[in-house]
């Protein structure tokens, strides 16, 4: 008996078998003891146990099955998990739970050590990439999306500004005659926390510097009032991750909701600035193509293809850093549970899944996709045929993809392509 006592306290180590629940830690001992898991076991019915739980589904002793065997426990044990997995997540029955009311966190001015353009931090040559470059304005985000990676890399309570931002903008070495596609917002969200320690100023007085850069502001939030108070460069673009109502309100906490983001966009537009939409992570649930058939249908009426620069559309993609860190906190969601299939050396959707998403979705904007004022539209972090099976085209490298992204931009802005 000692023996597996041991077997047991060391099984689970490094898990997450105290942020279970009591009478959970119970039931499961209790079995292990009972059935003699192994250590692989162990550590496989905690995960199960901790996915359930963050789910808000059906509890782990609720699915145990009733047997003598442990290998027939263990195998319809996990039968079982999947099942709930692969459903179509619904969110009818959902609670939220430890979810902030507030965004709280500290600020903090530093000088960052080392300073220039990244590469976007998905890039792969498994996928088809637009070879965005990346600028930190901030590190982390004041945002508490469920699905967000950022909380993977930086400390989520504290905001972080470089010091001496302002000064290397003005340093940064740009070749004045090719095009440059630079983001804002993959460390952070690009308009949430405004001006604050001259970020906004700073990068205005980039974009006017450095006409060759298409600058771009990805956000969440509707905090526009330092571009709706100056002038903004014509090579700026403000683009919004839009989301459905549901989604925004289980999973993208303390974000503006989606009637403050478009309202957010047309406020933009109509003073001239050329705005677009990214729609990622586009989710499945039971009903989903309805509702984001509603969100699709809305841009279209509110917004002219002239004033529109780009639609992107993206999905659920994890690494096991990511889903670690998700199972470590104490909340609800339901952004995991997903059937979890290869892609490219990470986990997401079926591609039958992601067909009928994006192909749905860029069918929804016809309208947008002829004449002389037509948006570019894009998947982001996809392997190659994705496009081909729900755009009908597709680029034979991130080179043309690139290009192709660059002058399309570049026309919308009225300004040349230099490549």
């Not at 006592?5 to 490094?14: G, R, T």
């Amino acid at each position: 008996m000692n023996s597996y006592v041991d077997k047991f306290n060391n099984a689970i180590k490094n898990t997450f078998f105290q942020k279970l629940p009591q009478n959970e830690r119970e039931f499961i001992e209790e079995q292990a003891f009972k059935f003699k898991f192994s250590n692989q076991e162990i550590k496989q019915i905690i995960n199960i146990a901790r996915d359930l739980g963050m789910w808000d589904e059906k509890r782990i002793a609720v699915i145990f099955p009733d047997h003598t065997q442990r290998k027939v426990v263990f195998t319809r044990l996990v039968k079982a998990y999947e099942e709930i997995r692969n459903k179509p997540n619904s969110y009818d029955n959902f609670t939220l739970k430890n979810i902030p009311q507030e965004q709280k966190f500290t600020f903090k001015v530093a000088e960052k050590q080392g300073f220039g353009l990244g590469l976007c931090p998905v890039a792969s040559e498994k996928t088809r990439c637009c070879n965005l470059l990346t600028l930190d304005a901030v590190e982390s985000c004041g945002f508490d999306c469920s699905y967000c990676s950022i909380q993977s890399f930086y400390n989520q309570n504290t905001i972080t500004f470089d010091s001496t931002f302002k000064d290397k903008l003005l340093n940064l070495d740009l070749d004045k005659n090719k095009t440059y596609h630079i983001g804002t917002g993959q460390a952070s969200d690009s308009l949430m926390f405004g001006n604050r320690e001259g970020v906004l100023e700073s990068l205005f007085i980039f974009a006017r510097n450095n006409p060759n850069v298409i600058l771009e502001f990805k956000t969440k939030s509707d905090n526009i009032k330092y571009l709706l108070e100056n002038d903004v460069p014509k090579n700026i673009l403000c683009t919004w991750s839009l989301n459905t109502p549901t989604i925004i309100e289980n999973e993208e906490h303390l974000t503006a909701s989606l009637e403050k983001r478009i309202n957010a966009a047309r406020a933009l537009a109509d003073k001239g600035v050329k705005v677009g939409f990214h729609f990622h992570p586009i989710v499945e649930y039971v009903g989903y193509l309805d509702e984001y058939q509603k969100v699709y249908e809305e841009l279209l009426v509110k917004f002219k293809p002239s004033e529109v620069a780009l639609v992107s559309f993206g999905t659920l993609t994890f690494i096991k850093p990511v889903i670690k860190q998700l199972r470590g906190r104490e909340f609800h969601t339901k952004i995991t549970q997903i059937p979890h299939e290869n892609a490219s050396g990470k986990t997401s959707y079926p591609n039958s899944t992601k067909v009928e998403m994006f192909k749905h979705a860029y069918e929804s904007f016809t309208a947008w996709q002829e004449g002389e004022e037509k948006v570019f539209f894009y998947l982001c972090m996809e392997e190659h045929e994705m496009w081909a099976k729900t755009f009908g085209y597709q680029y034979s490298t991130n080179n043309n993809f690139e290009n192709a992204m660059l002058e399309a931009y570049c026309k919308k802005l009225g300004q040349n392509y230099l490549i």
